[in-house]
């Protein structure tokens, strides 16, 4: 077995003690930056959701549903009634 240098070996892990700490470091801003984007989207989400469903008139699935329906049986342009449904479908895809 060769002979350890006490010395070598304890500059060697205090190296590595080193290397590890810059790389935990270095995730922890990563994941605190990530976490901080995350909670951004959440509420820019909701503030859509709600913005949105003020326009429709409607939020909870029963009366987005109600809300398809009254739309498809109204007479106005395809265009507008295309919107309005897509709108509905969006919150009804994104419902908590």
């Not at 009366?63 to 739309?71: A, K, R, V």
């Amino acid at each position: 077995m060769p002979e350890v240098n006490s010395e070598s070996l304890v500059n060697r892990l205090m190296r590595e003690n080193e290397l590890l700490t810059k790389h935990c470091d270095s995730w922890s801003r990563d994941y605190k930056s990530l976490a901080a984007k995350l909670d951004k989207a959440e509420r820019d989400c909701e503030l859509l959701r709600s913005a949105l469903g003020g326009l429709v008139g409607a939020s909870s699935r029963e009366d987005l549903e109600q809300m398809e329906l009254f739309i498809r049986s109204t007479p106005a342009p395809a265009e507008d009634r295309a919107a309005s449904i897509d709108a509905i479908h969006a919150l009804m895809k994104t419902l908590p």
